[in-house]
């Protein structure tokens, strides 16, 4: 398991794929600089008018819901589509699930154009799962993420999605296997968006459009390694977020062999 992540981020690095994020104005720097740092080339367009054709030159395709708007909405329905059509990866980041019909109707919207990768916290993914209240306090989850794992399997089954449930422990669900990944730091729920940094480190991966759900593993494994890695050297929330972009840049094959805590199951 983790001499294929050291290979796929070597390729990575290698392809610098573009990722196009359609995503939130709280995370588009953090976001961005998180892919800088992990070898990737970020591009952040989100105009109805131009998103099909940053969707046709990129690697693979975020969207993140968080700052929802009736004009983002139309072009998140734009990519989707048109990134579904051409075979181009998507992410879905479907940020405070469950809160509005609104955002439940485009969430519904963008289902449908069967994004390759799911991610969200438990309470996200379980809203996602069902559309009903849960609960959940904004974007914030109050669930862990093992209670999620039946609504990740049922949005894995009904639009063949990997899934990934953030939490104290990270599971990415796919069809024939799933994994849980026990890296991270409690300190990363001190920093916004790195959930978010998460979708787009699997965005980056899925660019390599070579195994969906190990690729969505490896994104999902590295940002909490990083993070973990990254706290262990932070004395707060502020030099976390600055020792995670270094991390994530000097991000060594020892590294990855000696602190990665993976498993793999087969269904």
Same mark, same amino acid.
């Given at each position: 398991?983790e ?10 690095r290698?392809?610098?794929?573009l990722?196009?994020?359609i995503?939130n104005f709280?995370v588009m ?7 800088l740092?992990i070898?990737a080339?970020?591009v952040?367009?989100?105009s109805?008018?131009e998103?099909?054709d940053?969707?046709?030159?990129s690697?693979?395709?975020v969207?993140?819901i968080?700052?929802?708007s009736e004009?983002?909405a139309?072009a998140m329905?734009?990519?989707a ?5 051409i075979g181009?990866?998507?992410?879905l980041d479907?940020?405070?699930a469950g ?5 439940n109707?485009?969430l519904?919207e963008l289902?449908d154009?069967r994004?390759t990768?799911?991610r ?7 809203a996602?799962?069902?559309?009903a209240q849960?609960? *959940?306090?904004g974007v914030? %989850?109050?669930a862990?993420?093992?209670d $999620?794992v039946s !609504?990740?399997?049922?949005?894995q089954?009904?639009y063949g999605?990997?899934?990934c ?12 296997s799933?994994?849980?990944?026990n890296n ?5 729920t ?5 959930g978010?940094?998460?979708s787009a480190?699997v965005a980056?991966f899925?660019?390599l459009r070579?195994?969906?759900f190990?690729?969505a593993l490896a *994104?999902v494994?590295?940002? %909490?390694?990083a993070?973990e890695?990254? $706290?262990?050297q !932070?004395?707060?929330?502020g ?8 991390t994530?840049?000097n991000?060594?094959d020892?590294?990855i062999?000696?602190?990665l805590n ?5 269904y």
């Amino acid at each position: 398991m983790e001499q294929q992540i050291i290979q796929q981020l070597h390729q990575l690095r290698q392809q610098s794929p573009l990722v196009h994020n359609i995503t939130n104005f709280v995370v588009m720097n953090n976001t961005a600089n998180a892919l800088l740092a992990i070898g990737a080339s970020p591009v952040m367009v989100h105009s109805s008018r131009e998103v099909k054709d940053v969707v046709t030159i990129s690697g693979a395709l975020v969207i993140n819901i968080g700052t929802l708007s009736e004009e983002w909405a139309d072009a998140m329905l734009i990519a989707a589509k048109h990134a579904a059509q051409i075979g181009c990866p998507w992410v879905l980041d479907p940020v405070g699930a469950g809160i509005s019909p609104f955002r439940n109707e485009v969430l519904k919207e963008l289902l449908d154009h069967r994004p390759t990768a799911i991610r969200g916290n438990a309470s996200e993914i379980i809203a996602l799962a069902s559309f009903a209240q849960t609960g *959940g306090k904004g974007v914030d %989850s109050i669930a862990r993420s093992a209670d $999620a794992v039946s !609504s990740g399997k049922v949005l894995q089954e009904k639009y063949g999605a990997q899934v990934c449930i953030s939490g104290e422990t990270d599971y990415v669900i796919g069809k024939d296997s799933w994994a849980e990944v026990n890296n991270g730091s409690i300190l990363m729920t001190k920093v916004t968006g790195l959930g978010c940094t998460a979708s787009a480190l699997v965005a980056a991966f899925l660019a390599l459009r070579q195994d969906p759900f190990a690729e969505a593993l490896a *994104g999902v494994s590295l940002c %909490s390694l990083a993070g973990e890695l990254a $706290a262990r050297q !932070s004395i707060g929330p502020g030099t976390l977020q600055l020792n995670l972009y270094d991390t994530l840049h000097n991000l060594s094959d020892d590294e990855i062999r000696i602190h990665l805590n993976v498993k793999e199951h087969a269904y």
